[in-house]
């Protein structure tokens, strides 16, 4: 939930390093907008390195030999969490979470031409596809009309919540765009006066969502992390901590296949 700097050029190219913890394959990202070195590792255990564009490959490999043991203790985590993600499906009888809550998906086939889904907050979804469908024909058709509900869902949600907290906290973004962001669930163009909002959260409890939100409205006035900033959050969201700590913890939960 950082404010967007957007980078005159990237370069990104594959490399492979051998550690004496073991060989570490990565991607690394060369930026002329980037000042320090960092690594993360994603969902699908890959290994990526940002770097300032003119740093020695040298430099690059003298911090992966130092931080070696943390990247591939990330990796065999990061594999235990894909080997889960790997076995969850838009399928019938899966469960998937709704503002905080995980409800069952319900397939059924019948002679129709174009797949319908409704949500019942006791039976979960019903999504009904047509029947002659192949069992990986059923499931992009249940996947799509999921993340289209989803969608649509989270531009009614999070508009509304947007409204409500700007009117309580005397700010007004100047544009909202609800969009898919992989590693954040929502960032402030402090220069622009947008707020970025990943729909997926509204996979978290309407709280959690609430503390999202609260968090790139603050940033429309202060726009870096400083003590300032998360004194007046806590004003908005006095108990956000704790909201914070419930994206850490399921954070697994909310990617979706």
């Not at 492979?16 to 960092?38: D, H, M, Q, Y």
């Not at 979470?97 to 086939?109: A, E, H, R, S, T």
């Not at 007046?232 to 956000?240: A, M, N, Q, S």
Request: net charge positive.
């Amino acid at each position: 939930m950082r404010r967007i700097r957007r980078p005159k050029h990237i370069v990104k190219a594959a490399h492979s390093l051998k550690t004496k913890e073991g060989n570490i394959p990565f991607v690394l990202a060369r930026s002329l907008g980037r000042r320090t070195l960092t690594i993360t590792v994603d969902e699908h255990a890959q290994v990526s390195i940002a770097s300032p564009f003119t740093m020695r490959e040298k430099d690059i490999h003298s911090f992966i030999h130092e931080k070696a043991r943390w990247i591939l203790a990330k990796v065999r985590e990061a594999q235990k969490n894909k080997d889960i993600l790997d076995q969850r499906e838009f399928a019938h009888g899966h469960e998937f979470l709704f503002l905080g809550k995980k409800y069952k998906v319900n397939v059924l086939k019948s002679d129709i031409k174009r797949s319908r889904i409704t949500f019942d907050v006791l039976k979960g979804w019903s999504i009904t596809v047509p029947e002659g469908l192949s069992l990986e024909g059923g499931q992009s058709q249940v996947r799509s009309k999921m993340l289209q509900w989803y969608r649509a869902q989270a531009k009614e949600i999070l508009g509304g919540r947007v409204f409500h907290y700007s009117r309580l906290m005397g700010v007004e973004p100047k544009k909202i765009a609800i969009r898919t962001q992989k590693r954040l669930w929502g960032c402030c163009d402090y220069n622009t006066q947008t707020i970025h909002l990943n729909w997926q959260i509204i996979l978290s409890p309407l709280k959690v969502v609430d503390y999202v939100v609260v968090h790139e409205l603050c940033h429309l006035t202060i726009p870096s992390h400083s003590k300032r900033f998360w004194r007046r959050v806590e004003k908005v969201i006095p108990d956000f901590q704790w909201y914070r700590r419930w994206l850490k913890i399921n954070h697994l939960d909310m990617v979706l296949p």
